[in-house]
């Protein structure tokens, strides 16, 4: 029991590292980094089925950013580089699946929501593609 208290705790460190206000905005930038992984294989296992959630996205541009600012506060060009355009994809991938999701077609028959590229409602088969998606009552 001592020696895990030593190990947590001891001259004043923290699980032995010198904590200072960077070095916590560097190891907030690596919980926020990590936890993305944990995020997308659970939307996986729960749609069993590979999915990439929005929220992984934003936890990659947070986290690679926090990186990105300790990287170069510490002046290193190793930490500099690993996260200096990741930054690019994340917000594309970001503005991708924002306008995906804006142009999801709503079935005029059954109200149910299909993806942009659907011709035909999931649900009922009605055509959505057309300009008028209400389904015309004769
Ligand atoms: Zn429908």
Redesign the pocket.
């Known amino acids: 029991m001592d020696s895990i208290t030593h190990l947590i705790w001891h001259d004043g460190k923290l699980f032995g590292i010198e904590w200072s206000f960077w070095k916590a905005i560097g190891w907030c930038g690596n919980a926020v980094f990590s936890s993305r992984f944990i995020v997308q294989w659970y939307a996986t296992e729960k749609k069993k089925q590979v999915v990439v959630p929005t929220s992984f996205w934003w936890l990659s541009l947070v986290g690679s950013l926090l990186l990105l600012i300790y990287g170069l506060r510490q002046k290193d060009s190793v930490f500099i580089f690993a996260y200096a355009f990741t930054w690019i994809p994340y917000i594309r991938n970001l503005m991708i699946q924002h306008k995906n999701h804006k142009a999801k077609r709503l ?6 929501i299909s993806p942009a590229s659907a011709n035909f ?6 055509n ?1 593609s057309g300009p008028s998606q209400k389904p015309e009552l004769a």
Request: hydrophobic share 10%.
């Open positions: 079935c005029g028959n059954c109200d149910t409602c999931s649900k009922c088969g009605t959505v």
